[in-house]
């Protein structure tokens, strides 16, 4: 699967972006899919995910903030980012998901490409 995140930028703290993701053949080859986020120096951090039913889940640090979302005919998976802060600057990336309930990331081998998120305060 080949999957290609868009839409990042620089943005103002409080600001918002929508993240795309598009996979192809198909989002729904994951039973889970999810976005991550690695800012400098850090480890990578699941941050939102999904599962094919559509069941959501987000990371207390985006919670209220963030919202995950799919549209299955065009095979693209959304990240809306709303009241941005410093602390999400950070290359986001969208990948499988081992556990959506429970937030546990996949054992990932190949990352596609990740869009980065720069928020100035």
């Known amino acids: 699967v080949q999957l290609q995140a868009s839409g990042g930028g620089l943005v103002q703290a409080g600001g918002s972006l929508t993240l795309s993701c598009t996979a192809s053949?198909?989002?729904?080859?994951?039973?889970?899919i999810g976005w991550y986020r690695q800012a400098p120096g850090k480890q990578r951090e699941l941050i939102a995910a999904m599962t094919s039913g559509g069941y959501t889940n987000h990371a207390d640090s985006v919670k209220g903030r963030f919202t995950i979302s799919r549209n299955g005919a065009k095979n693209t998976l959304y990240l809306r980012m709303n009241s941005l802060k410093p602390e999400d600057t950070a290359v986001y990336y969208c990948n499988e998901v081992r556990s959506a309930t429970m937030l546990v990331p996949a054992n990932i081998r190949s990352w596609g490409q990740g869009t980065l998120v720069t928020v100035s305060s």
């Open positions: 053949p198909s989002l729904f080859v994951f039973n889970n």
